[in-house]
């Protein structure tokens, strides 16, 4: 005859097991909910976002996860600088360098992520000597010519960055400020090339409209129009609606 503990049901005994005392789960180093968060941004998921980055915090918050609060963080502050959110922006970079605080204490900060973090709060904030620090001090050159290219120093942000099939999506940032800054389509054109590769249409957009812009002041109309409208249909197809009539507005003084 089964006894009473073996007729109990699958979930009742789970629930039993729950409430006994058990060793505290284990944070992996990237959490399924994080790896949502990056699965979201690598295809510019843009309406799942915020809720991944409210799910895969409040995970690495319940673990006293540092590292894990720090990535979110900063994808969080990323994701409203791309959006034009400053003020958001602004409160994730002062997070993020709290953070930063916490695990210097810890004695876990690590270089990388002490210049990203300085990276983050020279957009944010328009701290120039936070950008400027990144500049003297990290042993990483595209690190070094991404903040010269924030700091306006484009010229330089390539020279420094040089040659290299890494870090692609910081590549085709910094080849896009020059080729921009400097009216140089060939850099514009390597931007876009790089834009694809990462799958960023707001950088294949932008690449394109500037492209659009050197070519009417070539006096190429219809070139700058076609490549104009690809540039609008690449934002309306991610909900950028805003930039979007930016550039139809332009279209329609052409």
Known sequence: ?????????????????????????????IDVLEQNLMDAFEVRADYLIPDAITAS??????FDDLAGQWRVTR???????????????????LHL?????????EQTLGLRIDFE???????ALGDDSALQRVVAESGVPLDRAIALAYLGDTARALEVAGQGSDRAA?????????????????????????????GDSRGIADSLFALAQLEANEGDRDRAVSLAVRARRALMAIGESTRADAIAAWLSRQ
Not at 75 to 93: D, I, K, M, P, S
Not at 97 to 105: E, F, K, P, S, T
Not at 175 to 196: C, K, M, S, T, V
């Open 57 to 62: 915090r409040s995970r690495y918050e319940a």
């Open 97 to 105: 360098d709290v953070l930063r605080g916490q695990l210097a204490v």
């Open 117 to 123: 973090t300085d990276i983050v709060l020279g957009r």
């Open 75 to 93: 994808l969080a502050a990323l994701f409203a600088l791309a959006h034009g959110h400053a003020v958001r922006a602004e409160a994730e970079a």
């Open 170 to 198: 910081d590549r085709a940032f910094i080849h896009y400020r020059y080729g921009r800054d400097a009216g140089d389509a060939g850099q514009i054109e390597r931007a876009l090339e790089l834009f694809r590769q990462t």
């Open 1 to 29: 005859m089964r006894s009473w503990f073996s007729r109990l049901s699958p979930i009742l005994l789970l629930t039993l097991a729950g409430c006994a005392s058990a060793p505290a789960p284990v944070a992996p180093s």
